[in-house]
């Protein structure tokens, strides 16, 4: 590999997991607006190491949701590791039990896409494993900060952090709705199909339970018909 | 929610995510590669995300309610279609927020 093209992919890499670090912190406002203390923020950070998963189960969290709408809802967002981790085996090959165990918790959006752009196999590990290590240290100490920093506001400003939520949330949205994106116009019906409908079961299921119907309730309007 | 169901709810939920990692390194690639799988899996953080926008936004417990969160997501709207970064889209809204929460009292 050239030391070119190496040291493009180091700087994409650190770039990548520093720009996460603001998303970090909104996390950890969001986790301690929901209720979690400043610890179990950072365990979901260290332990569930994927940004939507950990912003969806805080969200439930927040609304006053329950314990299996909050992990449904993770768990729904989580399913997206999955194709990733396909997409990544052949590239990374990771050998043995063990470097296959330490190698599934750095899959997440940010290190698929820095390995998938790499020019070739070497370049693909070396940009998962620089990428992965600067996001993980990264949005660790970014959720500590915006966790604690969220715990010690006062009323107004907890006022602020309330608007903040559901702006992160749409912030995390938008990029899939805007032209550029995979299909943006069915994903645009999608996402007014889950807010509708997740807002009109709102008064009649317990809270955090409309999430995940809204999810399941769009996923089976777009199920495949007939034989397909 | 008590702290230890807390607990619970996000131990359970991160070793379920990472088992949902760990499939996709494990797992025979046919199994997931399935047109319907993947265009689920495509669509369904758009759902989610907008019904969390939308929960988060108006509702407080079973109820719907408008208040500077409304705003705040307003304002957030127009600086995403204005391209402002992430950074100041979560700022203006929670100004927006926190005003709004100092005219009404």
């Given at each position: 590999m050239s030391?070119?093209?190496?040291?493009a992919?180091?700087?994409?890499?650190?770039g990548?997991?520093?720009?996460?670090?603001?998303?970090?912190v909104?996390?950890?406002a969001?986790a301690?607006?929901a209720?979690?203390d400043?610890?179990?923020a950072?365990?979901t950070s260290?332990?569930m190491?994927?940004?939507a998963?950990?912003?969806a189960?805080?969200?439930?969290?927040g609304?006053?949701g329950?314990?299996?709408?909050?992990?449904?809802?993770?768990?729904?967002?989580?399913t997206?590791?999955?194709?990733?981790g396909?997409?990544?085996a052949?590239?990374?090959?990771?050998r043995?039990?063990?470097?296959?165990?330490g190698?599934?918790q750095?899959?997440?959006?940010?290190?698929t896409?820095?390995?998938?752009?790499?020019p070739?196999?070497?370049l693909?590990?070396?940009?998962?494993?620089?990428?992965?290590?600067?996001i993980y240290?990264v949005?660790?100490?970014t959720?500590?900060v915006?966790?604690?920093?969220?715990?010690a506001?006062?009323?107004?400003?907890?006022?602020?952090?309330d608007?903040v939520?559901?702006a992160?949330?749409l912030a995390?949205l938008?990029?899939?709705?805007?032209?550029g994106?995979?299909?943006?116009?069915?994903?645009?019906?999608?996402?007014?199909?889950g807010?509708?409908?997740a807002l009109v079961l709102t008064?009649f299921?317990p809270?955090?339970?409309?999430?995940?119907?809204a999810?399941?309730a769009v996923?089976l309007?777009?199920?495949?018909?007939?034989?397909? | 929610?008590?702290?230890?169901?807390?607990w619970a709810?996000?131990?359970?939920a991160?070793?379920?995510?990472?088992?949902?990692?760990l499939a996709?390194?494990?797992?025979?690639?046919?199994w997931?590669?399935r047109p319907w799988v993947?265009r689920?899996?495509?669509?369904?953080?758009?759902?989610?995300?907008?019904?969390l926008?939308?929960v988060q936004?108006l509702?407080?417990?079973?109820?719907l309610?408008?208040?500077?969160?409304l705003?705040?997501?307003?304002?957030a709207?127009?600086?995403l279609?204005?391209?402002?970064?992430?950074?100041?889209v979560?700022?203006l809204?929670?100004?927006?927020?926190?005003?709004v929460?100092?005219l009404?009292?």
């Open positions: 030391r070119a093209a190496r040291t992919v180091l700087r994409d890499a650190v990548l997991g520093v720009a996460v670090g603001l998303y970090g909104a996390f950890g969001a301690d607006a209720g979690l400043p610890w179990q950072l365990v260290l332990l190491f994927t940004g998963s950990q912003f189960m805080v969200g439930v969290l609304a006053g329950g314990g299996p709408a909050a992990i449904g809802s993770a768990l729904l967002l989580g997206r590791n999955t194709v990733y396909v997409r990544l052949p590239l990374l090959a990771p043995g039990l063990a470097r296959r165990l190698t599934a750095w899959v997440i959006d940010e290190t896409a820095l390995a998938v752009a790499a070739d196999r070497g693909a590990r070396l940009a998962f494993l620089t990428g992965g290590a600067t240290l949005w660790n100490a959720t500590l915006g966790a604690l920093g969220a715990a506001l006062g009323e107004t400003a907890q006022a602020a952090l608007a939520v559901p992160a949330f995390l938008w990029p899939r709705l805007r032209a994106a995979e299909e943006p116009a069915v994903a645009r019906r999608v996402a007014l199909g807010a509708v409908v008064p299921v809270a955090g339970v409309q999430v995940v119907a999810v399941v996923a309007a777009g199920r495949p018909r007939g034989a397909a | 929610m008590s702290p230890g169901t807390l709810v996000v131990l359970v991160s070793l379920g995510c990472y088992l949902l990692k996709g390194l494990s797992v025979p690639a046919a997931v590669e993947t689920v899996v495509t669509f369904v953080p758009a759902a989610l995300l907008a019904a926008v939308a936004a509702t407080s417990g079973q109820d309610v408008v208040d500077g969160r705003a705040g997501l307003a304002v709207a127009l600086a279609a204005l391209r402002a970064p992430f950074i100041v979560l700022v809204a929670g100004a927006t927020g926190a005003l929460h100092v009404t009292g």
